[in-house]
């Protein structure tokens, strides 16, 4: 995927809707906990397994990749307000994590590092 | 980015710590929201002007980058659970959201479509 | 529970450390959600079952209690702060709950009742 | 307000709907964080002064009321689940709170106390 341009387009699109005064990181903070916690909603009732299932039903894996899209977006347009390379960033994150859980104490294992 | 690339780092992360057991959908939609809650916690007490200058802060723009980084992480991997195209999906948003929200009525109003 | 002894304990706490400034109704939704979201993550990687038995970790439960009156604790804060009138708004809420969910076609169902 | 008797409503309440087969405290965490959240998005586009200003919106400060009834309802679900005492752990964390955020070093400053 072409992040970039991704993050231009949506650039161009508030912009286009003079939608960059609400477009503060803090209202955008809000706007992507807000999206992941409708993800959150649909899964909510689910069994782990039912929520494994729902790939068969069209209407609701519809609903899962519009609100996966939206947390993207969200994700996106914030890492833009902050000139955050978000590859290089989530790069970086997963050499820390291999440093922070390594596979030896961490199988089978899924306790945060500092709570162990 | 190379989102397939990261989405098979992801896959194989989990799969040496024997953590696919605890990546269910319905897991990883709470993990996300957590994690796009550890980001909204940051701002919660700035103004918005603040939110936009936490870049000339050193320690808080890093804890900013690795909670994007977060959020990305478990979008990628709840993706990848459900077979979804992530990039796909994003640019098919972005032309919902170019209809819903068409650029005349939407000037200077961020007003959900559904609330018009 | 005498509501409003705690929440005028909330508002002097506020007062002596001139922290109504930080209290805007915007900055509190963020808080809620953030500490509602601490109490997510205890849960995230959690069976269902074993979410049930986590009365028998003592350390386990008593972040729990501590993230359940951190929510509580901005939950009267916000309405304090809209002068909102708890009790009644929750007792109305279980009233229209009552229509919405008719105990026949609800009876195992949880769906949410704008998607049935 | 009488918790207790909002708590044995709401379980008489799942009980007839044959629902606490839906409420493991998992399932009830993400439930209230996904209330929490939509009490966020109402104020996500809104500023500080424009969500203290919310009270003048009939309909908005409706909606603001239903979602705190909802984030109450689901927070003393999950205490009656887990057998916790919502008032005493209240009272415990305004305490711990009053030693954590002395007057002095707190005045005009809400940094988490263990960023400080």
Known sequence: MDVNKVSNKLRKFAEERNWEQFHSPKNLSMALAA???????????????????????????????????????YLVRLADKLNIDIEKEVLAKIALNENKYPIDISKDNAVKYNRR
């Open 35 to 73: 999206e992941a916690a409708e993800l959150l909603e649909i899964f909510q009732w689910l069994t782990e397994e039912q929520s494994k299932d729902i790939v068969k039903s069209e209407k609701e894996i519809a609903q899962v990749k519009e609100e996966i899209a939206d947390v993207f977006i």
